[in-house]
Antibody
């Protein structure tokens, strides 16, 4: 059974840092692109960042570029999101999502859609 | 940036048909995917590549995409279909995934 489980959320002060983790199981993690998607309280879904299976491609939404860093460790079946210089606008539930990946070419990235999601981890930025 | 516009809400009686639109510039030229999110739960993929259903999604869910509008159609609506629905695309120009604004479907 495919599972992705986020952890690392919590309460942090403005300007602080947090590192989210996503543990994957039930599939060959190293062959899938992975994503972080967030949802502020009472708001819609917002894509945050993507990383290709080989880590050769990384993308960020504009509001987090330069502050957030996505990474993965295929040996540990884990996805990460390092979040620095956090502000109240980053308060949200952060979801880890598997992206359907149709290529095995590490020099290519073919973006698609998200077929499995974790239950999310809440990040609250407040003084 | 690429914007996907959805109606904030759609109300439908049980057994009737709900249509949820997703408007975007020339959206008919790209693949659109749809997610259902019930309160307190993670999103679930209900349609991909405009009109394909993942396993386990009822045939009552269908989709179309042309011009500037993609549409998710739910026929024979049930109480369990009450949820928020989001469309999603990849925008090549910005190299960003984009979600629609979301539509709350209420079953009367």
């Amino acid at each position: 059974e495919v599972q992705v489980l986020e952890s690392g959320g919590g309460l942090v002060k403005p300007g602080g840092s947090l590192r989210l983790s996503c543990a994957a199981s039930g599939f060959t993690f190293s062959t899938y692109s992975m994503n972080w998607v967030r949802q502020a309280p009472g708001k819609g879904l917002e894509w945050v960042s993507s990383i290709s299976f080989s880590s050769g491609f990384k993308y960020y939404t504009d509001s987090v570029k330069g502050r957030f860093t996505i990474s993965r460790d295929n040996a540990k079946n884990s996805l990460y999101l390092q979040m620095n210089n956090l502000s109240a606008e980053d308060t949200a539930v952060y979801y880890c999502a598997r992206e359907v990946t149709s290529t095995s070419d590490p020099t290519a990235y073919t973006p698609s859609y998200f077929d499995y999601w974790g239950q999310g981890t809440l990040v609250t930025v407040s003084s | 940036s690429y914007v996907l516009t959805q109606p904030p809400s759609v109300s439908v009686a049980p057994g009737q048909t709900a249509r949820i639109t997703c408007g975007g510039n020339k959206i008919g030229n790209i693949n659109v995917h749809w997610y259902q999110q019930k309160p307190g739960q993670a999103p679930v993929l209900v349609l991909y590549d405009d009109s394909d259903r993942p396993s386990g999604i009822p045939e009552r869910f269908s989709g179309s995409n042309s011009g500037n509008t993609a549409t998710l159609t739910i026929t024979r609506v049930e109480a369990g279909d009450e949820a928020d629905y989001y469309c999603q695309v990849w925008n090549n120009d910005s190299e960003h995934f984009v979600f629609g604004t979301g539509t709350k479907v209420t079953v009367l």
